[in-house]
């Protein structure tokens, strides 16, 4: 069993930032992937960002730039930069991990972005 627990979320204004933070315990031997996903009201689950146990990472056209993924492998945490907020990035962030143990998401963090 793996849990995920995020933090950071929480309202800003256009332009501004915010760092969202996200925990991995339990029976976790390695971490391959640790991804930001993102659900706005009425529309499907997107990735947000991804990085890769070598540091590798992919991001989503409408925050590259703006947005930056980063982790720590021996505490098993990821984490996410947003700078430079925009209203359309109002959603609910997920934690996402994937390795040998499954894929496991977090219980998501809010996100709004007022204009």
């Known amino acids: 069993q793996v849990q995920l627990v995020e933090s950071g979320g929480g309202l800003v204004q256009a332009g501004g930032s915010l760092r969202l933070s996200c925990a991995a315990s339990g029976s976790i031997a390695s971490i391959n992937v640790m991804a930001w996903y993102r659900q706005a009201p009425g529309k499907q689950r997107e990735l947000a960002a991804a990085?890769?146990?070598?540091?590798?990472?992919n991001y989503a056209a409408s925050v590259k730039g703006r947005f930056t993924i980063s982790r720590d492998n021996a505490k098993n945490m990821v984490y996410l930069q947003m700078n430079s907020l925009k209203p359309e990035d109002t959603a609910v962030y997920y934690c996402y991990v994937a390795g040998g143990f499954g894929n496991y998401w977090g219980q998501g963090t809010q996100v709004t972005v007022s204009s």
């Open positions: 990085i890769n146990f070598l540091g590798g990472t």
